[in-house]
């Protein structure tokens, strides 16, 4: 069982393991991950944050996953799910479920219509796209090559049924 909760700066160590641990990100990626949770206080003033953050933690507090998403900019009711991972001791325990449920929920109740993920076509990423399948999640669009040779770009969406409602942003 874990405890949801926010995830802010003072988990950086925690996530920077985490993140190394599971094998999935490039050096550079993991970089953008940290900084996202540095800037994560956003622009004061404008409500919704650009990145949001939910963390999932275990009984004995420790970091065992986390999603960071937010807002697609210039577009409607449309969020990106950025990042999710959780610890390769966590996995396969219906973590990354809850922590996507989560999300949902929250964009849901703002009035999300669409989330957007994009992964990579590789077959490192078969359980990551197992993962969202088993989530519901289709693939909308595969750009051929698009990370490098013979690793396409997916972009995988899920419909939430809701509809946009101004008075919402910021639940
Ligand atoms: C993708 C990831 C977040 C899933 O988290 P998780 O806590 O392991 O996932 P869950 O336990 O909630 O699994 C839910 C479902 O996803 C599917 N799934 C998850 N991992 C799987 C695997 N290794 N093999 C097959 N199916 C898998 C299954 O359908 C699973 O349901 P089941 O266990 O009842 O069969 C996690 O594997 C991870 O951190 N991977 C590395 C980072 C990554 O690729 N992130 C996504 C790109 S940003």
Redesign the pocket.
Known sequence: MVTLGPLDASHRGALLDLLRA?G?FSPDEVAVALDLVDGAAGTPGTGTPDYEFVAAFDVDGGLA?YCCYGPTPGAQGTYDVY????HPR?????????LLDEVERRLARRGGRLIVVE?SGRSA?D??R??YG?RGYRVAARLRDFYAPADDRLVLTRELGGSPSPAMRGV
Do not use: C, M, N, S
């Open positions: 599971t999935a996953g990042w999710i991972a959780v966590q996995q396969r325990a219906g973590v990354g479920a809850t992964t990423y359980a990551t197992r993962f088993a």
